[in-house]
């Protein structure tokens, strides 16, 4: 199972960006996923879920900014964060669980002006 994250980069506060996850090795389509963050100096946290089914669920800090979504025929998951904060700045990773978890490398979210 291979989870590659790409998307992140430097962003104005109120900009957005769009991170994305491809994933090989699993079949996609019937994988919950997830993305978590780890901001510095701080836990891991999870950021937003999406069942198979696509339903899907935020955390506090994330609702009404970010969405969640998947195309299972390209395998991808993705977040969509609109007006970022200086306090989403972290590292975002992708999870999903097959038999046991399994995260992505990480691609690294700074927004600062």
């Known amino acids: 199972v291979q989870l590659q994250a790409s998307g992140g980069g430097l962003v104005q506060p109120g900009g957005s960006l769009r991170l994305s996850c491809a994933a090989s090795?699993?079949?996609?389509?019937?994988?919950?996923m997830r993305w978590y963050r780890q901001g510095p100096g701080k836990q891991r946290e999870l950021v937003a879920t999406?069942?198979?089914?696509?339903?899907?669920d935020y955390a506090v800090s994330a609702k009404g900014r970010f969405t969640i979504s998947r195309d299972n025929a390209r395998n991808t998951v993705y977040l969509q964060m609109n007006n970022l904060k200086p306090e989403d700045t972290a590292v975002y990773y992708c999870?999903?669980?097959?038999?046991?978890?399994?995260w992505g490398q990480g691609t690294l979210v700074t927004v600062s002006s």
């Open positions: 090795g699993i079949r996609f389509s019937i994988n919950e």
């Open positions: 999870y999903t669980i097959l038999g046991r978890p399994f």
């Open positions: 999406i069942t198979s089914g696509g339903v899907t």
